[in-house]
């Protein structure tokens, strides 16, 4: 075994003089004897000289840690750790495990991910994430109200504060406030956001965060019929305003469609429900950050659908699963998996070929919730789901798969009875926050389910 994962390493092409800055110390300046190669075989006293075995080993640490070890992945820098007491020792290094993790999942997903290693550290998190050995459901309440009370509302995760803005009310009144809870506190509860100003009262929209302490409002079902409108917020303002951004070539007006955010600016919004009822297949991207930003149609389609989820995996990379979804005449939950790369020159959504149990995926289901784990796989869970199946049943794809393969991931603790898309938010990339239940009409948002990926530092206490 050891052979075979050195092996990996004799074609490295590295250029010794063009190291950015040390990362390590050196040990010594001892040549490795084969005691280091390999712990177990101390009791031998034979030596050999360096140029006998792997010249991988006459690399100093520096080089190793940073020109090779680094641009690993997690799961592959663990299996070098057990090789031998040398790279044991660099690989727990917490500094290049980091490293190792920013390479592989990018920097605004390590920066995110900050606030969970600081208990853990980056060699035992990444583990976490990668084998989900330490994921489990729990249950806790929170205090404040949100009132009045309402449904189909939509939610997202700023940081370690959840925000909730609009939804239907009694009566199918549309609702216009924003209300923040505050995981960071001591007792948290939920607050209203006073604003000065608000968009026009709506539900069946879609939050979503853009970056720092903004947020994002497009569409949804107002007072006055559907909208295509986008208001943009900064939660950390001093005074909180609701900003409307103008731009050309806006979508349909639409409802329960899908949105997420790339690059921290770049809103994607697709399908919905249009007026009449009719179902949409299209898919549009908005930049944000432009001066003056315009609405540009990606010029690919598939079946017309709504409820269904789109989220960002690899750095370009979409992934859209489930929904309501046209099929002839009639209309049918759905299991399909779609992915598409924003980056190509002319991105098409592709159907995901899946495999696994069941044998087409997790059962058809819409307004679900997908959670892009930082690794780049996708987990599935609850919704309106086709018959007798349970919403907390958890389903796991790697979307990068030569052939991707559904996986149920089974997770001890209290699960939620339900879990819907519009209600539910990633925070820090390891904590999925379901928010309430619901007893017929009446939702109860001070009751909430978190699934928690890794280890919570609190449990170790």
Same mark, same amino acid.
């Given at each position: ?40 075989s ?75 290693t ?8 990444a583990?976490?994430?990668t084998?989900?050995?330490? /994921? ?20 997202? =995760? ?26 960071? $506190? ?10 000065? /100003? ?6 069946g ?31 950390? =303002? ?5 900003r ?29 429900? $249009? ?23 990606i ?15 690899g ?9 309501? $979804? ?10 399909? /998996? ?17 495999t ?35 919403? =907390? ?29 519009h ?10 926050l ?19 990926? =890794? ?7």
């Amino acid at each position: 075994m050891m052979g075979s994962s050195l092996k990996l390493f004799s074609d490295a092409n590295i250029d010794l003089s063009n190291i950015s800055y040390p990362v390590y110390k050196q040990q010594s300046n001892r040549r490795p004897s084969i005691q280091d190669m390999n712990p177990a075989s101390h009791e031998h006293t034979t030596k050999i000289q360096c140029s006998d075995y792997c010249g991988i080993f006459q690399l100093s640490d520096e080089v190793l840690a940073h020109n090779i070890l680094s641009r690993l992945s997690p799961r592959d820098v663990a299996s070098i750790g057990s090789v031998c007491t040398r790279m044991h020792q660099l690989t727990k290094n917490d500094h290049l495990r980091k490293m190792v993790c920013q390479n592989a999942w990018g920097r605004d997903v390590t920066v995110r991910l900050e606030m969970s290693t600081k208990m853990l550290g980056w060699g035992r998190l990444a583990r976490e994430l990668t084998t989900l050995e330490a /994921a489990s459901w729990r249950k806790f309440t929170v205090g404040g109200r949100v009132e009045p009370s309402r449904c189909n509302f939509s939610a997202c =995760a700023v940081g370690n504060r959840l925000v909730l803005f609009g939804g239907e009310g009694v009566n199918m009144q549309p609702m216009d406030d924003t209300f923040v809870l505050n995981l960071d $506190a001591a007792k948290p509860e939920w607050r209203r956001v006073k604003v000065s /100003a608000s968009p026009p009262g709506r539900w069946g929209h879609t939050l979503t965060w853009l970056n720092g302490s903004w947020l994002v409002v497009f569409g949804g079902c107002g007072q006055q019929g559907l909208l295509n409108d986008v208001f943009v917020l900064d939660l950390d =303002a001093q005074q909180p305003t609701w900003r409307e951004v103008t731009s050309d070539g806006p979508p349909l007006p639409r409802s329960w469609h899908s949105s997420c955010t790339l690059d921290g600016s770049k809103l994607l919004v697709s399908g919905g429900c $249009a007026e009449s009822g009719v179902l949409l297949s299209d898919t549009f991207l908005l930049d944000l950050a432009k001066e003056k930003p315009a609405w540009k149609e990606i010029p690919t389609s598939w079946s017309s659908r709504l409820g269904h989820t789109m989220s960002v995996y690899g750095k370009s990379k979409l992934f859209m699963f489930g929904g309501m $979804a046209k099929s002839g005449s009639l209309r049918l939950r759905s299991s399909d /998996a779609y992915t598409m790369d924003v980056g190509e020159k002319n991105p098409q959504w592709r159907q995901l070929a899946t495999t696994g149990f069941p044998s087409v995926g997790p059962p058809p289901r819409l307004d679900h919730v997908t959670v892009t784990l930082p690794c780049g796989r996708i987990i599935i869970f609850g919704g309106s789901i086709a018959g007798l199946h349970s919403p =907390a049943e958890l389903f796991l794809l790697d979307p990068a798969e030569e052939k991707p393969t559904w996986r149920i991931l089974n997770v001890p603790g209290q699960p939620p009875k339900f879990a819907w898309g519009h209600s539910t938010c990633v925070v820090g990339g390891t904590r999925v926050l379901v928010l309430g239940g619901h007893t017929g009409e009446e939702w109860i948002l001070n009751e909430l389910h978190e699934l928690c990926l =890794a280890s919570r530092p609190d449990e170790d206490s």
